[in-house]
């Protein structure tokens, strides 16, 4: 697992039946590109999050492909439509093969 | 005044086309190889998808952007210029409450940044932008 | 969304190609509370009327990222910060927390370094590293090290809105003096002293960057370029850098009363640590 990941997310606590609302999320990673070169002149190789996922009581919201293209600490910003109360569940998939999971609660009424 | 930035790009570009067609086939890049990947060599259109960026990034490291496309299925982002075009690819599932997203974004240069996005239909639309990298201070 | 109009392209092209405008009336609001962005000077910088923020002179885009705490990358950090602070390490067998039960009680200690203790002055990496080697038994941590960032940028962030209010006088005055004396004092191939740019050149485009008066109001700052949390000092180090000198040490008599006369210069406007700058 690479040092020190934490995810951020920021969803709002209640909704209307059938709202749609926004969330942002942020997950602390170095994105190594895999063009930079360390003092040797060698290539550091490439490691980062290479997809984010973000789910409502198991049904897809968004699915996103990262590349090294995205900035360090990968933020994004989207909508969801929310048709009952339950749980958001957000994951992230490193190169390493670790997956970082955060989840949030959003009530109706 | 109507002329639109993207018109005098077009303009432009459209001109230097027409003035190097003995260069043709250098125009064949790595973005739109990418590109011709994501879309599987179909047409596309102008329109029907937004793109935002900035005119001018204060650097190049994080560049904010915001992509929207109704009725689209998925959008596809690329910088040109970067050594490695593929940006990322927004897949939009039966709960997403828009067809719209924004991140944070690396340019190496000043380059367009072009998103595509597929359309429900199948069909592809296009926006693009032009985004100024500056180099700051003396030599940082 | 779309694009703007041609005119507007060519208008701010042609604005900066003759001076750069700061954005006076762009409001640094956070959370509800108005941050000071721009202010009289202090009687004592004898060369400004008014004092502006860094964040003033930044691009809309670079500017937004400071409005909400959940967009500023800087928080990614603080939460790492907040890991840190409750995190005992050394031979006593405390953390932080151990002592400062609550981080909040350090509220108003950013707007007031750096500081005389014991007739020295004294920065806020140095009290942290204090903390660790005499009452933790920690190994100090670097001067501008990224453990060191995120603990100083949680204590700062327990000031923000706070106007700065570091003391000149007194005990503190021949420090002050001192880092007068290197703030005017050219340095490098370049041959600029920090007045040069900072004082006199501010609000015009030095290239493509757009000159800040240089407050430190905002630190430990995130910084676009390089992606983190980035001290005072190792900001000066950056700068004497790129003038082409031999930059003094980190935690340096030279660079701790060039920090103390730097924000002395910032007095009146708002601690924003931690803030986003290009």
Known sequence: ?109 | MNLTRRKLLAVGSGTLAFASLAGLPAFASLADDAMAEFTGGAAVTDGGIDLTAPEIAENGNTVPIAVSAEGATEIMVFATGNPTPKVATFKFGPLSGSRSASTRMRLAKTQDVVAIAKMEDGSFRRASSTVKVTIGGCGG | MGFKPFVTTALAIMGMAFAAQADENAKLVIDGQTMITQTKAPAFVENLDEIYSGWVFRSDETQALQLDDFDNPGFVFLDQGIDLFNTVDGSEGKSCASCHENVEDFAGLRAKMPRIKDGKLQTMEEQVNECRTTRMGAEPWKYSGSQMTAVTALISLQSRGMPVDVAVDGAAAPFWEKGKEIYYTRYGQLDLACANCHEDNYDTMIRADHLSQGQVNGFPTYRLKNAKLNSIQGRFKGCMKNVRAKPFKEGSEEFKALELYVASRGNGLSVESPSVRN
Not at chain 1, 5 to 13: D, E, Q
């Open chain 1, 1 to 109: 697992m690479a040092k020190g990941v934490k995810p951020r997310v920021k969803v709002p606590k209640k909704a209307e039946a059938g709202e749609v609302i926004t969330i942002k999320t942020l997950i602390s990673h170095k994105m190594e590109s895999g063009q930079r070169k360390d003092k040797e002149g060698k290539i550091i190789p490439r490691s980062i999050i290479n997809r984010f996922t973000a789910d409502f009581n198991g049904q897809n919201v968004i699915d996103v492909t990262l590349e090294p293209a995205i900035s360090t600490n990968p933020y994004f910003q989207f909508e969801a439509k929310v048709p009952e109360s339950g749980t958001f569940d957000f994951t992230w998939y490193d190169d390493d093969g670790s997956v970082y999971k955060e989840s949030k609660k959003i009530t109706i009424g």
